[in-house]
């Protein structure tokens, strides 16, 4: 089952506070919201795809020991330059941007598109609807986006300026000069 989106706008306007508030009463329910305020409501992942989720954020969280910025797992949302609120599978912003936000925008959806995200595609994803969500973050100001693709064992790499590269079944992917030093061990993903 692919995500499923709603269009409010005909009957009622959500404010930023009022669909963060609809996120927190239905905490297990997967929300995000488009550019144009639709919303959409994302299916749960089965065990296999959050195994490989959780070593992906404890592989980026290990590395990260050095605090150059913040890890941020899948059940954190950004409110995005052109509006959107997206919650990537991984990403990482860095410590000079998270900290010049306010508390308030701390706890809630950060108003900031993350430097590094991950999106990792799961058998009840729609590889479109994950690319289009990868060409808003680069958009938006991501630096490096990376998309794994369970189902070919492909890799999308997106970044600023640049065409999107594909990898066949890399065995690892570099954080190049975003994450520096960083190096994503893929092996136990496939």
């Known amino acids: 089952m692919d995500a499923l989106t709603i ?18 009463i239905n905490e297990l329910i997967r929300f995000e919201r488009n550019a144009d305020g639709t919303i959409v409501i994302m299916p749960l992942v089965g065990g296999l795809t959050s195994i490989r989720n959780a070593n992906l954020t404890a592989q980026l969280g290990n590395w990260n020991r050095d605090a150059l910025g913040v890890a941020f797992g899948s059940s954190t ?3 995005l330059p052109n509006g959107a609120v997206r919650s990537p599978d991984l990403s990482w912003l860095k410590r000079d941007i998270w900290d010049n936000l306010t508390q308030e925008q701390k706890e ?3 108003p900031v598109c993350p430097d590094f995200v991950l999106e990792l595609r ?10 289009n969500k990868m060409r808003e973050y680069r958009d938006n100001g991501a630096k490096l986006g990376w998309l794994i693709d369970l189902k070919t064992h492909k890799v999308e790499i997106y970044r600023l300026n ?3 590269e594909v990898l066949e079944s ?3 992917l570099s954080g190049e000069d975003v994450l520096p030093g960083f190096i994503l061990n893929l092996e136990a993903i496939w």
């Open 7 to 24: 269009n409010f706008a005909p009957v009622i306007q959500i404010t930023d506070e009022q669909f963060f508030q609809l996120c927190q």
């Open 77 to 79: 949302g950004f409110t």
């Open 108 to 110: 809630k959806f950060a």
């Open 122 to 131: 799961s058998d009840s994803d729609c590889l479109q609807r994950l690319q």
């Open 162 to 164: 640049q065409k999107v």
């Open 170 to 172: 890399p065995a690892s």
